[in-house]
């Protein structure tokens, strides 16, 4: 079982930054591979990024390519995601979810079995 907490959502003006930071509780976060996902009102849950259990391999949606960028602390059982560059079209309630395959390019929603309660990400223009 694992237990996810997001944080670090906000409001920022484009061409900013955010941290958004996921807190995991729970002895199998080290060896899972962990995953951002973002859904905008409407829309359908739409992939960011994947880190995998080491933190050694990331995967990222074109959208954030060069401006999001996902990494880990095993130590902290927490995971995170830096935005930078942001932009209007990146607003969106952003989740955390934790999957077990080592595959890194999974990026449906069905490959993660847990998931956070997510976090708004506002950007204005």
């Known amino acids: 079982q694992v237990q996810l907490v997001e944080s670090g959502g906000g409001l920022v003006q484009a061409g900013g930054s955010l941290r958004l930071s996921c807190a995991a509780s729970?002895?199998?976060?080290?060896?899972?591979?962990m995953g951002w996902f973002r859904q905008a009102p409407g829309k359908e849950r739409k992939f960011v990024a994947r880190?995998?259990?080491?933190?050694?391999?990331?995967y990222y949606a074109d959208s954030v390519k060069g401006r999001f960028t996902i990494s880990r602390d095993n130590g902290k059982n927490m995971a995170y995601l830096q935005m930078n560059s942001l932009k209007p079209e990146d607003t969106a309630v952003y989740y955390c979810?934790?999957?077990?395959?080592?595959?890194?390019?999974?990026?449906?929603?069905?490959?993660?079995?847990?998931w956070g309660q997510g976090t708004q990400v506002t950007v204005n223009s």
């Open positions: 729970g002895p199998t976060f080290s060896s899972r591979a």
């Open positions: 979810a934790a999957g077990s395959s080592a595959n890194i390019y999974i990026t449906t929603p069905r490959g993660y079995d847990y």
């Open positions: 880190i995998n259990w080491s933190g050694e391999t990331t």
